[in-house]
């Protein structure tokens, strides 16, 4: 059932409706790989730049959903690999500054094993030497998704990067790219994997082809592979993914966020009043007998339609 619709029962007597959600604020939260390579520069130093960068675009809309670790709001955030080396090499985390108009990004470097939420190792602008041992350096990023930068719940999109030295990052990790609610478990799963550069990226097996296994995402307690699905599908947690088998062959994901905890507006009976002069129709409780034995009929039981069974007068 879509919002607004609703399922009217016999006779017009009652009906179930979706009148829709427990808030109209959402964010749009768009990732899509880079077809080109762009130019970031130092955070600290916004006159070194850093050219021949492709990776992944986060977009918000509104403006200002995306939060890095200093709680700084943007609109834009960047996953940043060097288009010759891949992420075998370095990795960047960074957002655009639309007041320098440029995409700002880290030029020191971690050497990270297992960096996640909370990490020690990570500050707003991080970017991550995974040239170790094949397999072993590992590092997360969780960009906190929050309607607008004021909203009153959490999300986090978490991208994990690892290092390998024959397929590049993202192949062998367990959930690469994903969206949970703040303090719960990833709800949805994005399967990017490595194209054909150690820098460009797909969703699922095919590039720019909606497939079933392109996302995973959980509901009713059920993991689900929704890569094709035509309509919006909503996550256990809250999270609403849009249009998927639109945005999977564009290699695109797009889900949206509430500004609140995700809750149902639905309705069971009738909604307004009677019309003047109209009948308004209710379902009232039978609080007398309408079945009688042959023995118990009397004056007041003739004065009244009944149909007679064996021994058994229903009155009507």
């Known amino acids: 059932m879509k919002e607004t619709e609703k399922l009217t029962l016999p006779n017009n007597y009652v009906e179930l409706g979706f009148e829709g959600w427990n808030t109209a604020n959402f964010a749009t939260i768009t990732i899509k790989p880079q077809s ?188 689900s592979t929704i890569g094709k699905a035509s309509q919006d599908i909503v996550d256990d947690s809250g999270i609403i993914v849009v249009s998927p088998t639109s945005n999977t062959a564009a290699d695109k994901v797009a889900v949206k966020i509430p500004s609140k905890d995700l809750k149902v507006k639905a309705y069971f009976g009738k909604i307004g009043a009677a019309t003047a002069g109209g009948v308004y129709k209710v379902i009232s409780p039978v609080t007398s007998a309408i079945a009688v034995m042959d023995t118990e009929v009397t004056a007041t039981t003739k004065t009244k339609n009944f149909v007679t069974v064996g021994v058994l007068v229903l009155t009507v």
């Open 36 to 223: 080109s390579t762009v130019t970031a520069y130092n955070y600290s130093s916004d006159t070194t730049a850093l050219t021949g960068l492709q990776g992944f675009e986060i977009e918000s809309i509104p403006s200002g959903s995306i939060v890095g670790l200093a709680n700084n709001a943007y609109t834009k955030a960047y996953v940043l690999f060097n288009a010759t080396t891949g992420p075998v090499g370095k990795v960047y985390f960074g957002f655009y500054d639309t007041v320098k108009q440029k995409i700002l990004v880290n030029g020191s470097f971690v050497t990270t094993s297992a960096q996640g939420i909370n990490g020690t190792a990570l500050v707003e602008f991080t970017s991550a030497d995974l040239s170790g041992a094949s397999g072993v350096d590992t590092i997360m990023y969780p960009f906190k998704l929050k309607y607008a930068g004021v909203g009153d719940q959490d999300y986090y999109l978490n991208v994990t990067v690892s290092a390998s030295s024959t397929t590049g990052g993202f192949v062998n990790s367990v959930a690469p790219v994903s969206f949970q609610k703040s303090g719960g478990a990833a709800t949805i799963k994005l399967n990017y994997v490595n194209s054909t550069s150690m820098s460009l990226f797909k969703l699922g097996g095919t590039a720019a082809s909606a497939e079933e296994t392109d996302i995973n995402a959980t509901t009713e307690g059920s993991v």
